[in-house]
């Protein structure tokens, strides 16, 4: 990997980096759609391309169970299985250490998975999941955690936070004997749960280990804890990472969410799933298309959208009418949000390099809460690297939004 920080903002601490992978460039900061199974749901190889998407997100733990490590070395690595020629980013299979924790019993040695199709048991250590990850060939791979969810509190936590720096020690060791070294770039990924200690102790000893890691993750997070507790925990972990390494902050998605994250000085976030919902991502807010004010609505999702969905003028009522029987409705709304997501983050990237990148940030709050009210989190995080969207305004702050992980407003 080659990693050149090339821009920063002169007011926050945003800044764009060229990185280099084994397929290809990657400008940060970016979003990287998720493809759990091998596939962008709905959306071929060919069409992410197209969309201008440079780097997506396989899930481990799902794909050693199926298609398994065999097909996928067979196959000669999970690039040429899905047809997709650009970067691919690998979790480590940690996530589901939380998601699937009812079928999971953690060890020293690793965690013990039942598994949810068969009951198989599967032991999941870290140099399987160096292994495995090897057999998908992803370009960033990442070392298995000990993750435990962001709610829990007590010496679970701090046990956690010490086993994934022991983990990361046996993930370094692996995979520097693997000969994968020279194209598979390993992050380590910062644990701690919420407590501000905890995180700068894992901080300093995933720093001292750099020599054996390519970049750094920023995991445990968006698991239903308080924003405004969320966002100083990553622009804690943010400020004390290494300047020459790229940073990846887990687990986020909302385009809010993206923009502050990317003030505090995170490089890469993934975005939610929304489209499935019904729901289109807009400059002016997201749309909910399921709502019946949109059935006679024959304008598209937004007249200034260049996704194919936008651009080949269908309609919010045709959307409106299969979202709930057709598929093709979530592929045409999975096309538009993606793009949008892709200029979210272009806008941001040009903004920082042109000096501009406040401004950037008061007008696309300005137009995507209107006068609704702008979360509470997002302005007191922003206020923190010299960024204040209520100065000179009238706009309330949306209700209890320090604690929501959801849209506030879904009336539109």
């Known amino acids: 990997m080659q990693f050149e920080v090339i821009a920063k903002c002169h007011t926050t601490k945003a800044r764009v980096s060229k990185m280099t992978l084994a397929h290809g460039v990657t400008m940060l900061p970016t979003f990287m759609p998720v493809a759990t199974q091998a596939a962008i749901?709905?959306?071929?190889?060919?069409?992410?391309?197209?969309?201008?998407?440079t780097l997506i997100l396989n899930n481990t733990y799902h794909l050693n169970l199926r298609p398994g490590v065999d097909i996928l070395n067979a196959a000669d690595g999970a690039h040429?299985?899905?047809?997709?020629?650009?970067?691919?980013?690998?979790?480590s299979g940690g996530f589901q250490l939380v998601s699937l924790s009812k079928f999971t019993t953690i060890t020293e040695e690793g965690a013990l998975f039942l598994s949810p199709f068969t009951g198989e048991p599967t032991m999941l250590t870290p140099e399987e999941s160096?292994?495995?990850?090897?057999?998908?060939?992803?370009d960033i791979i990442m070392q298995l955690d000990d993750v435990v969810?962001?709610?829990?509190?007590?010496?679970?936590?701090?046990?956690?936070?010490?086993?994934?720096?022991?983990?990361?020690?046996?993930?370094?060791?692996?995979?520097?004997?693997?000969?994968k070294a020279d194209k598979q770039n390993l992050f380590a990924i910062v644990q701690g749960g919420l407590d501000p200690n905890l995180r700068d102790k894992c901080l300093e000893d995933m720093v001292e280990r750099k020599d054996g890691v390519a970049g750094y993750a920023i995991g445990g997070l968006s698991g239903g804890e308080e924003k405004d507790v969320f966002w100083r925990i990553i622009k804690q972990c943010a400020a004390k990472l290494p300047e020459e390494r790229p940073r990846y902050s887990m687990g986020i998605g909302f385009a809010e969410d993206l923009l502050v994250c990317v003030a505090l000085g995170a490089d890469c976030v993934f975005p939610t799933r929304t489209a499935r919902f019904g729901v289109a991502l807009t400059h002016n807010g997201?749309?909910?298309?399921k709502l019946s004010k949109h059935a006679k609505d024959f304008s598209p999702i937004d007249e200034n959208c260049p996704c194919p969905t936008c651009s080949?003028?269908?309609?919010?009522?045709?959307?409106?009418?299969?979202?709930?029987?057709?598929?093709?409705?979530a592929h045409a709304i999975t096309l538009h949000n993606i793009v949008f997501q892709a200029q979210v983050m272009g806008r941001a990237r040009e903004a920082i390099i042109n000096g501009t990148f406040p401004d950037y940030l008061r007008s696309f709050f300005a137009h995507y809460f209107g006068d609704a009210g702008y979360p509470g989190w997002?302005?007191?995080?922003?206020?923190?690297?010299?960024?204040?969207?209520?100065?000179?305004?009238?706009?309330?702050?949306?209700?209890?939004?320090?604690?929501?992980?959801?849209?506030?407003?879904?009336?539109?």
């Open 286 to 289: 997201p749309l909910n298309l």
């Open 130 to 138: 160096m292994n495995i990850q090897h057999a998908i060939g992803a």
């Open 149 to 179: 969810s962001s709610l829990t509190v007590g010496p679970r936590v701090e046990a956690a936070m010490h086993r994934s720096v022991r983990w990361l020690d046996r993930c370094i060791a692996f995979h520097q004997k693997s000969g």
């Open 312 to 329: 080949s003028k269908m309609s919010r009522a045709l959307l409106n009418h299969t979202i709930t029987h057709e598929t093709s409705a």
């Open 80 to 91: 040429k299985f899905q047809g997709w020629n650009k970067n691919l980013l690998t979790d």
């Open 41 to 53: 749901k709905g959306l071929t190889p060919q069409q992410m391309e197209s969309l201008g998407v």
């Open 378 to 412: 997002c302005v007191n995080a922003l206020r923190t690297v010299g960024v204040d969207l209520l100065e000179g305004m009238d706009i309330p702050l949306i209700p209890g939004s320090g604690a929501k992980w959801e849209y506030a407003d879904a009336s539109r």
